[in-house]
């Protein structure tokens, strides 16, 4: 997804209400593939799940990328 305008929704440990929302209008943002170490909010994190929606009303695609600290 480089280069395309994506929202990306990063989950931590399945809290659902841990989500944060990250916009990347110009597609900048390297997205994580399952097995990847990221770091967020001064932490490692491994990202062990990740889901794209895609919309057909136009809108920009959502990733949904679920990461752990357990690893």
Known sequence: MKGQAKQIVYRYN???????VV?????????????DIIE????????????VESSNSGAIPVLRVFLTDQF
Do not use: C, F, L, Q
């Open 14 to 20: 399945g809290d659902v209400s841990s989500e944060e």
């Open 23 to 35: 916009v990347d209008y110009e597609g900048d943002i390297p997205t994580p593939k399952v097995g």
């Open 40 to 51: 967020r909010n001064k932490k490692a994190w491994k990202a062990v799940h990740r889901i």
